[in-house]
């Protein structure tokens, strides 16, 4: 999802065939994304060793979480910690690093489900023995319940799997009044039974995503719910101060038996919020005290990466796992002066990709973008230029499409970007500055900023986001980041560019519905370029997600199915009793 960042595999997979058994996650390799160079930082490979039990895991972030209900988590950090720590789903990623973290386990399930009807229909079976924080059993009933509040307009910005797949379910709002969906069925408290309105033989991918957690209905609390998800995972809310700090404590009913992935180390977990400017990343590179103990949230500023690139003891501690995710400018196609196809094109020659990547960090953390998709999505693993427009842009070739546009003199526009995206936001405004494109710059809380552009009618006409695929595969990057079917008035996630076109969508159908894995992949490919000369969008960088942990931190990786966020499910410290009480 955005970068928003979303679930991806290291090899490329193509479409399960039809009728097959449940997925493993194997399948055709695309080869490895792009990654840091080895003396540059590790990756791959575990920091610190295996972590002893018991002590208080600090994590250091400069914001509170978007989102931690699970029908409404679908940003990749907030639902690496939610289906790690907080709630389980019926399926999720094996905790390892590198490609071991593509691999598919059971979770709540007992298995990764068992197709029938074409896969069209999808039914799990819960382990037995599953409870929550209070000691109640977790029921196929609270999955199907957390499914259906997905659906409530009161709780936008989650993961629409649900209603873009599940039988009639279009026009539903909701369990409220009493109204549930009859594509979910549970017929005793262990079975779950999805029937689809289309095959889809990837389904188990989407079972790993925060929607199918279990969410108890006595336990529900709307909107509220998010600030107090109800535990199914290793460990609970004890508090939760919105901005400020939010402590975990381990929850006595969770059975490590039922579960092969959580190994659940620290006695707590503390999240300590509203840090400002580079105070993090001095922190850590300092490592004193219990800051040994810490991890970061976000990954590091552009301008602290040379202090922890020259030195070898501070370099052995950065983890830079490739994030398998792309960031873009996007363009309002449906308001002026972003409806008319030359503007857009002039954005796009104009738009310097080599100032973007400066201001990321550089070229060991971060690559230029040349398609939408990013690189493990394309045959051979890297991306295809179908632009051919120079990195640096090309200003004179942007001022003739103005032209010819009618903008001779130029427009003036408004552009918002996170407050962690703030210099990338500069460059933009720069590089644009360049061709007569005025830019004001609109920097918003990371925390707020999927909220914030999610409100079709009050953002600005330009935003700059990422999309990161939920599993390896072209269905879940351009229709969720392209189809204008999906657009909502309030929690739009993906088509900020808001773009409909019909063309696009029929295409969309029709590779969708496509049962040749290799023939489908493909066609991904080639609608990825026929959807930039189009230009909702301009392609900007890839960033590797580069985090640096304290000196007392091990079973440490970013996890590659995490967009190479730290896994929850493994990290700890290498002795308890340096930690915070």
């Not at 382990?127 to 936008?156: C, H, I, M, W």
């Not at 040379?306 to 996007?330: F, G, N, Y």
Request: net charge positive; hydrophobic share 35%; with cysteine.
């Amino acid at each position: 999802m955005n970068q928003r960042t979303r679930t991806v595999a290291i090899a490329l997979v193509t479409t399960l065939a039809l009728g097959a058994t449940a997925c493993s996650g194997g399948g055709t390799s695309a080869g490895s994304p792009h990654r840091a160079n080895p003396a540059a930082a590790t990756n791959g490979a575990v920091v610190g060793g295996t972590p002893k039990k018991g002590g208080t895991l600090t994590v250091l972030s400069n914001q509170d979480f978007t989102h931690l209900d699970p029908a409404r988590n679908w940003v990749m950090p907030d639902m690496d910690f939610g289906t790690r720590l907080l709630y389980r789903t019926l399926v999720t990623y094996k905790a390892g690093p590198g490609a071991q973290g593509s691999e598919l386990v059971p979770d709540l399930a007992e298995d990764l489900g068992t197709p029938s009807n074409g896969a069209k229909t999808w039914t799990f079976r819960l382990k037995p023995g599953l409870k929550y924080e209070d000691g109640t059993p977790v029921t196929a009933q609270d999955v199907k319940y957390n499914v259906e509040r997905s659906f409530s307009p009161d709780l936008p910005g989650g993961p629409d799997y649900a209603a873009r797949y599940l039988a009639g379910a279009k026009g539903y709002q909701g369990p409220a009044q009493g109204r549930h969906l009859d594509s979910v069925k549970t017929p005793d408290a262990r079975t779950i039974v999805f029937e689809l309105h289309t095959a889809f033989a990837e389904f188990p991918y989407a079972a790993t995503l925060p929607t199918f957690a279990p969410v108890p209905r006595q336990q529900d609390k709307g909107p509220q719910y998010d600030s107090r998800p109800f535990s199914s995972g290793p460990y609970k809310i004890e508090t939760y101060a919105r901005d400020k700090q939010l402590v975990l404590v381990r929850n006595p009913h969770w059975d490590p038996k039922t579960d092969s992935v959580r190994k659940a180390y620290p006695d707590r977990i503390v999240v300590t919020m509203g840090l400002k400017g580079n105070q993090i990343d001095d922190r850590l590179v300092a490592s004193s005290g219990t800051d040994a103990s810490a991890v970061p949230w976000a990954q590091l500023r552009p301008e602290s990466i040379s202090k922890v690139l020259t030195k070898a003891d501070i370099r052995a501690r950065l983890l830079a796992e490739s994030s398998s995710c792309t960031e873009m400018l996007q363009m309002h196609t449906g308001r002026a002066p972003f409806d008319e196809l030359k503007v857009r094109q002039a954005v796009q020659w104009a738009l310097d990709r080599e100032a973007i990547v400066t201001a990321a960090g550089g070229p060991a953390v971060t690559d230029a973008s040349t398609a939408a998709m990013p690189g493990l999505l394309f045959t051979g693993g890297k991306q295809p230029d179908t632009l051919k427009i120079p990195l640096s842009g090309d200003p004179e070739k942007a001022k003739q499409l103005l032209k010819e546009a009618g903008k001779a003199d130029g427009l003036s526009t408004r552009l918002t970007v996170s407050i962690n995206d703030k210099a990338i936001g500069e460059a933009i405004q720069q590089s644009l500055g360049r061709a007569g494109i005025k830019v004001t710059l609109e920097t918003v809380d990371p925390s707020a900023f999927y909220d914030t552009i999610g409100d079709t009618k009050n953002r600005t006409d330009l935003v700059y986001t990422g999309w990161c695929p939920d599993f390896p595969s072209g269905t879940t990057f351009l229709p969720f980041v392209f189809d204008g079917r999906y657009i909502k008035v309030k929690g739009n996630s993906g088509n900020h560019s808001l773009f409909k076109d019909d063309a696009t969508m029929k295409r969309m159908d029709e590779i969708a519905a496509m049962t040749d894995g290799d023939r489908a992949n493909k066609a991904w490919q080639e609608l990825d370029g026929q959807i930039l000369a189009k230009a909702p969008v301009a392609p900007g960088a890839m960033k590797r997600r580069s985090l640096l942990v304290g000196t007392n931190i091990a079973g440490a990786y970013g996890h590659t199915s995490w967009s190479g966020q730290l896994d929850y499910a493994t990290v700890g410290l290498k002795d308890p009793s340096k930690s915070a009480n």
